[in-house]
């Protein structure tokens, strides 16, 4: 258990996007969404050892008790990071104020009629209004980019939006679209090029596993029950991750050329070996960045 490095709470499978390249929302219709109000799985969860809570969803804002999760995670210590569509913020911000770490504003086009087609929904103008707000109250906002085949054209304006926005933009290659999340050498490359950039997050790890295919089912990668603890909102665990709950790990078919980072990074940070050292590079840069742009 010592190799455990987050938690995953996925605090409500509830959406108000319907993202292109998240096939959530499309089954929202017919799973279940029971959300407990039983917090006592975050003591023990801290008890062995994590440190950082990562609060996702599905839209986590829609989750009505979510500050009272958040406060209870705070007092347990939790290093706290939300990702949020933007939507809701204004209405929710000053309500988790001061309780989370780093919030993730998901925005997938520097252009507005783009990033509404993206998530079938009108709602670039808000997400931005978020990030404005969010700066006004301290808080440490950060764009959370997802790469797309499509949307990589505009990686330079994306970049240029977070820096006038005055916000680090974290590069996240999309890992679930349809079959169609890879990327060609050429672009990886020009994705990396940016890697200097200032205002730029990015784990070089990724790029590399991409190149390599992902996750391979004969010989796998994932480490994701070693490294990771998903809770659903029900309060249960799914193991050994939200995408596979109940089969082994690294070797299903949903497993092969997997690329979730959330459960291929920490698992790629593990373990002797190229990836390891190229993750270990990635984040203190990284680290370093966050430090000067805060």
Not at 41 to 48: A, D, P, Q, V, Y
Not at 77 to 89: E, K, P, R, V
Not at 244 to 259: F, Y
Request: charged share 25%.
């Amino acid at each position: 258990m010592r190799m455990l490095k987050i938690c995953h709470y996925y605090v409500t499978l509830r959406c108000n996007d319907t993202c292109e390249f998240c096939d959530l929302w499309r089954g929202s219709e017919d799973r279940e969404n029971r959300e407990s109000g039983d917090l006592g799985m975050l003591e023990s969860i801290r008890r062995l050892g994590i440190k950082h809570l990562n609060i996702t969803g599905g839209e986590p804002l829609l989750r009505e008790d979510l500050p009272e999760i958040l406060q209870r995670a705070r007092g347990l210590g939790f290093f706290i990071s939300l990702t949020t569509n933007g939507i809701l913020y204004p209405e929710k911000a000053r309500l988790i104020s001061g309780l989370v770490d780093r919030i993730y504003f998901s925005v997938d086009y520097p252009i507005a009629e783009e990033h509404n087609r993206s998530r079938g929904e009108d709602c670039f103008h808000q997400v931005i209004q978020a990030i404005k707000l969010a700066r006004e109250l301290g808080e440490k906002p950060v764009i959370f980019y997802t790469i797309t085949r499509d949307s990589v054209r505009f990686l330079p304006e994306m970049i240029d939006l977070a820096e006038k926005l005055r916000v680090s933009i974290y590069l996240n290659p999309v890992y679930d679209n349809f079959g169609t999340q890879g990327f060609a050498a050429e672009t990886l490359a020009y994705i990396k090029y940016f890697f200097r950039r200032k205002s730029v997050i990015l784990n070089l790890t990724a790029l590399e596993f991409i190149k390599a295919g992902g996750n391979r089912v004969l010989y796998p990668r994932c480490r994701a029950k070693q490294t990771t603890i998903t809770v659903m909102p029900d309060g249960s665990r799914a193991e050994p991750c939200f995408f596979n709950p109940g089969g082994q790990q690294g070797k299903e078919p949903v497993c092969s050329s997997c690329m979730r980072w959330p459960y291929m990074l920490p698992s790629l940070a593990s373990g002797i070996d190229k990836y390891f050292w190229l993750n270990l590079f990635s984040e203190g840069v990284n680290q370093y960045k966050r430090r000067k742009n805060s």
